[in-house]
T-cell receptor, first 115, second 117 residues
Framework: EAGVAQSPRYKIIEKRQSVAFWCNPI?????LYWYQQILGQGPKLLIQ????????DSQLPKDRFSAERLKGVDSTLKIQPAKLEDSAVYLC?????????????FGQGTRLTVV | AQSVTQPDIHITVSEGASLELRCNYS??????LFWYVQSPGQGLQLLLK??????LVQGIKGFEAEFKRSQSSFNLRKPSVHWSDAAEYFCAVATKKNTGTASKLTFGTGTRLQVTL
């Protein structure tokens, strides 16, 4: 079965620019997560979708970050405007609704560098 | 709120030696615990998980972990480490919401394993 697909793999932007990341979860997975992993730290949940509804976005900096999951499949995460501290790897993961426990399958991530 | 502590930032072991990576969690109810491995430039791969039942769980690549409720721990072990095991290891805890919706995974800060030949 195909894994979680993310693009781009790498992105370098200047501060105050905008950027968008794309994620295609495993087919049939109802739950989708976006995590931010800053160098030397564990992944931190930014937002969690169940189908196309938001379940948890308590740690999403909503003044600059936005995410959507149209039709309950693909998802995009946007940052506008970017700050230096947004430099991190952005990981997308998905899991089956039935296995609600979150046996999440992760994509390879998008490494963002803000200069 | 749930939390996970991995007290060891970096561990070095010789190939063939045994390994134990520590993980402590904080959560009021029964936690659901996971170990993930992350190789350089890769996403996270699930090694093993604990939901309930037998407190000693077996995972992939020869890893095992033991859930000890009294110590709030879920340490990862391997009897004989291979050079290919060098990677970052993350412990994570999950919960179930009353609504029955999918859980939130909270990760520790990770332990970087270095294997010397």
């Amino acid at each position: 079965e195909a894994g979680v697909a993310q693009s781009p793999r790498y992105k370098i932007i200047e501060k105050r620019q905008s950027v968008a990341f794309w994620c295609n979860p495993i087919s049939g997975h109802a739950t989708l997560y976006w995590y931010q992993q800053i160098l030397g730290q564990g992944p931190k949940l930014l937002i969690q979708f169940q189908n196309n509804g938001v379940v948890d976005d308590s740690q999403l900096p909503k003044d600059r970050f936005s995410a959507e999951r149209l039709k309950g499949v693909d998802s995009t995460l946007k940052i506008q405007p970017a700050k230096l501290e947004d430099s991190a790897v952005y990981l997308c993961a998905s899991s089956l609704l039935q296995t609600w426990i979150g046996e999440a399958f992760f994509g390879q991530g998008t490494r963002l560098t803000v200069v | 709120a749930q939390s996970v502590t991995q007290p060891d930032i970096h561990i070095t072991v010789s190939e063939g030696a045994s390994l134990e990576l520590r993980c402590n969690y904080s959560y009021g109810a029964t936690p659901y615990l996971f170990w993930y491995v992350q190789s350089p430039g890769q996403g996270l791969q699930l090694l093993l998980k604990y939901f309930s039942g037998d407190t000693l769980v077996q995972g992939i690549k020869g890893f095992e972990a033991e859930f000890k409720r009294s110590q709030s721990s879920f340490n990862l072990r391997k009897p004989s480490v291979h050079w290919s095991d060098a990677a970052e290891y993350f412990c994570a805890v999950a919960t179930k919401k009353n609504t029955g919706t999918a859980s939130k995974l909270t990760f520790g800060t990770g332990t970087r394993l270095q294997v010397t030949l």
